[in-house]
């Protein structure tokens, strides 16, 4: 079993499928503390109503980020914590803190990275018109969203679609691939060469997907 944290900034829905998934016995894992950048941020208060401890740690109160990374390291590490995940943490994170826990942060980015990093990824893709887009749960490096690529999901983007009922679909995709994530590394699967993350014990997918449908080649 692998000991969280868990940095938040806002509703919380991944840390609450976390939780679920903890508590169903479905994720070798135990959540020790879950730290929020936002003092309004409802993660929080989800914590809270599973007897979590929740700590809110405001970058302003600091003299700079890494001043702040510092403290939130301070807290994690007396917590003992294994894997640390963000679960709509909505700041960088400084070196100073990624060099601390190598490989060993995780993230949830609702597209299917490389393409679309950042903020505000679901009206990029509509607006862009790709057919397909998704989620991708990835280790966190000192870019912007470009480390290692642990899991993704695909979902087929509707041509009415808009930034609202993509980023719905997507999200409970995210619901579905994060905890199997930690799981992941909570079995000691994960292997990482280079770019690539190796799930260890695990097929690979066959089959192809079209959007619309191939016809004339069925």
Not at 160 to 169: G, K, P, S, Y
Not at 205 to 213: C, D, S
């Amino acid at each position: 079993m692998i000991n969280l944290g868990v940095l938040v900034s806002g509703n919380g829905t991944n840390l609450q499928v976390i939780i679920d998934s903890i508590e169903a016995k479905r994720l070798d894992a135990r959540i020790r503390i879950v730290i929020s950048n936002n003092p309004n941020a409802y993660a929080t208060t989800r914590a809270k109503k599973h007897h979590i401890p929740a700590f809110i740690i405001q970058d302003n109160k600091f003299s700079n980020r890494e001043a702040c990374d510092k403290h939130l390291l301070d807290i994690l590490q007396s917590h003992s914590i294994d894997l640390v995940v963000l679960a709509g943490f909505t700041r960088l994170l400084t070196p100073l803190f990624i060099k601390s826990f190598p490989m060993k942060i995780l993230n949830i980015h609702p597209a299917l990275l490389p393409a679309f990093p950042g903020l505000h990824v679901q009206k990029k893709a509509v607006d862009y018109g790709v057919k397909f887009s998704g989620c991708t749960v990835h280790i966190v490096d000192e870019g912007i969203d470009t480390g290692p690529i642990i899991i993704q999901a695909v979902v087929p983007v509707h041509t009415d679609d808009t930034e609202e009922t993509l980023a719905q679909r997507i999200l409970k995709q995210e619901h579905r691939i994060y905890p199997q994530a930690i799981q992941f590394f909570a079995e000691g699967r994960i292997e990482v060469k280079g770019r690539k993350v190796i799930v260890k014990d695990q097929p690979e997918i066959a089959g192809v997907l079209e959007n619309p449908q191939v016809e004339i080649f069925k």
